[in-house]
């Protein structure tokens, strides 16, 4: 079985990223990443080299805001679960597996949340 390998340019990568990006939601869009710190900024730095686009104020411009960006870490630290409980499944490394992994990481969460959230409702006193 042959495999057919497609190259694609960076820049017109970045260009369609950022135009699916603008037609998803533009400025409202809110990346996630597993850290803060890491997907986000790998992403920014990767669009300042193949893609750089500067405002009047000669300042980056990256398809989010930066005070969007939300990370896993800090969600799985709000709802107190314990991500080891959850059982990865496929490739560890590989980033469809491990993006599905934090799709299940990130579903668990919220539940949690959500649970904690009803629960202190229940607890309130109602008017009569």
Request: glycine share 6%.
């Amino acid at each position: 079985m042959r495999h057919l390998t497609v190259r694609a340019c960076p820049i017109e990568v970045a260009t369609e990223l950022r135009a699916f990006i603008h037609n998803a939601g533009g400025c409202h869009c809110i990346p996630w990443g597993n850290g803060s710190v890491f997907d986000i900024v790998i992403l920014e730095g990767w669009f300042d080299r193949v893609n750089p686009l500067k405002d009047a104020n000669d300042e980056d411009i990256y398809p989010w805001k930066f005070w969007n960006i939300a990370d896993l870490r800090t969600l799985v630290r709000l709802s107190g679960i314990d991500v080891r409980s959850i059982p990865f499944t496929g490739d560890k490394h590989n980033a469809l597996a491990d993006a599905l992994h934090q799709v299940k990481i990130a579903h668990a969460a919220s539940i949690n949340l959500m649970s904690d959230r009803l629960q202190r409702e229940e607890m309130k006193p109602r008017e009569c």
